[in-house]
């Protein structure tokens, strides 16, 4: 996350995540999964300024006319939690440019989240410390804290309890996202809990090691049959991004992006340049080339 202040505006530049491993180890009685997963932030961003509202009120304005901009949008419950943990009742402008697509397993709604609890701690002086924030960011969603520990991060629980991990070296994707986003609810209800549930050592220390054959190797994701059945687009997408030869591909968190790992940025533009030939049959998926974060 990149944040500038100037005399007037807090910015924030705030990324989307991928998942490489995400096993499934548990239905829970509250309802969530217990889970293990490496998340990974990558470079594509969405960005929100605030600026202060003089009518004492909060207002977000989105340059992206199908998401909401109401009470249930994450951006305003953030805001009503960062109020009601500062006693702060200043109104707020918020503006977001949403360049992360929606419904599609990159957390771009957590993501928003974490950087409006971010940006209010800077623009309001608040003082809250990380653990402050990765508390807070639990309260909103399971994937909102990661955001406070990126760029890479083992988290297990809902997903909210976050152990950070250094990347051994920067990894090169390509992510196509379908036209059709998928709801974490329904790709959830549809999973099974696998009964000799996949360990995630190997990839932890592949990710450390920076050993990106290994990576291509150990990517998992438990939630992709599901998804695959909500949405057959993900198969489609998934068999054409192994036809294209990267070192590894995989569906991140509950779809519907797919993406392929890649052993150099190169080879991430030249799949990306074999798609866009092929765009007809994409059906509307767009393709982005990324970097995990710094
Ligand atoms: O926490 P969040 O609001 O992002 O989760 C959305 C939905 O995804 C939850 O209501 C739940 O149905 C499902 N979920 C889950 N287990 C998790 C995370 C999410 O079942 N660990």
Same mark, same amino acid.
């Given at each position: 996350?990149? /944040?500038?202040?100037?005399?007037?505006?807090?910015?924030?530049?705030?990324?989307?995540?991928? %998942?490489?491993?995400?096993?499934?180890?548990?239905?829970?009685?509250?309802?969530?999964?217990?889970?293990?997963?490496? /998340?990974?932030? +990558?470079?594509?961003?969405?960005?929100?300024?605030?600026?202060?509202? @003089?009518?004492?009120?909060?207002?977000?304005?989105?340059?992206?006319?199908?998401?909401?901009?109401?009470?249930? %949008?994450?951006?305003?419950?953030?805001?009503?939690?960062?109020?009601?943990?500062?006693?702060?009742?200043?109104? +707020?402008?918020?503006?977001?440019?949403?360049?992360?697509?929606?419904?599609?397993?990159?957390?771009?709604?957590?993501?928003?989240?974490?950087?409006?609890?971010?940006?209010? %701690?800077?623009?309001?002086?608040?003082?809250?410390?990380?653990?402050?924030?990765?508390?807070?960011?639990?309260?909103?969603?399971?994937?909102?804290?990661?955001?406070?520990?990126?760029?890479?991060?083992?988290? @297990?629980?809902?997903?909210?309890?976050?152990?950070?991990?250094?990347?051994?070296?920067?990894?090169?994707?390509?992510?196509?996202?379908?036209? #059709?986003?998928?709801? @974490?609810?329904?790709?959830?209800?549809?999973?099974? +809990?696998?009964?000799?549930?996949?360990?995630?050592?190997?990839?932890?220390?592949?990710?450390?090691?920076?050993?990106?054959?290994?990576?291509?190797?150990?990517?998992? %994701?438990?939630?992709?049959?599901?998804?695959?059945?909500?949405?057959?687009?993900?198969?489609?997408?998934?068999?054409?991004?192994?036809?294209?030869?990267?070192?590894?591909?995989? /569906?991140?968190?509950?779809?519907?992006?797919?993406?392929?790992?890649?052993?150099?940025?190169?080879?991430?533009?030249?799949?990306?340049?074999?798609?866009?030939?092929?765009?007809?049959?994409?059906?509307?998926?767009?393709?982005? #080339? +990324?970097?995990?974060?710094?």
């Amino acid at each position: 996350m990149l /944040m500038r202040r100037t005399a007037s505006a807090v910015r924030v530049w705030t990324p989307a995540k991928v %998942n490489l491993f995400l096993e499934v180890l548990a239905r829970r009685p509250d309802g969530y999964h217990e889970l293990a997963t490496l /998340m990974m932030a +990558v470079s594509l961003y969405d960005t929100l300024e605030f600026t202060e509202e @003089t009518t004492g009120a909060t207002s977000l304005h989105c340059d992206h006319p199908s998401l909401s901009t109401g009470p249930e %949008n994450l951006i305003c419950r953030a805001v009503q939690l960062a109020r009601r943990e500062s006693g702060r009742s200043d109104g +707020v402008g918020i503006r977001l440019w949403k360049r992360i697509p929606m419904a599609a397993g990159l957390a771009g709604g957590s993501s928003d989240a974490a950087a409006t609890l971010a940006g209010l %701690n800077r623009f309001w002086r608040l003082g809250w410390d990380r653990s402050k924030l990765i508390q807070l960011g639990s309260e909103l969603g399971s994937d909102v804290s990661f955001f406070f520990a990126a760029p890479a991060a083992w988290c @297990t629980g809902r997903g909210e309890q976050i152990e950070p991990l250094r990347l051994g070296r920067p990894l090169d994707l390509v992510l196509v996202a379908p036209p #059709v986003g998928l709801s @974490t609810a329904d790709v959830f209800r549809g999973v099974t +809990v696998s009964t000799e549930p996949r360990a995630g050592a190997a990839i932890r220390q592949a990710a450390a090691a920076g050993d990106v054959r290994e990576l291509g190797r150990q990517l998992h %994701n438990r939630l992709q049959p599901a998804a695959e059945r909500l949405c057959p687009a993900v198969a489609d997408l998934f068999a054409r991004l192994a036809g294209l030869g990267p070192v590894g591909q995989l /569906m991140t968190g509950s779809g519907s992006t797919v993406f392929a790992l890649c052993r150099y940025p190169g080879e991430a533009l030249s799949i990306a340049r074999a798609l866009h030939s092929a765009r007809d049959e994409l059906n509307g998926a767009r393709v982005f #080339v +990324v970097r995990s974060c710094d």
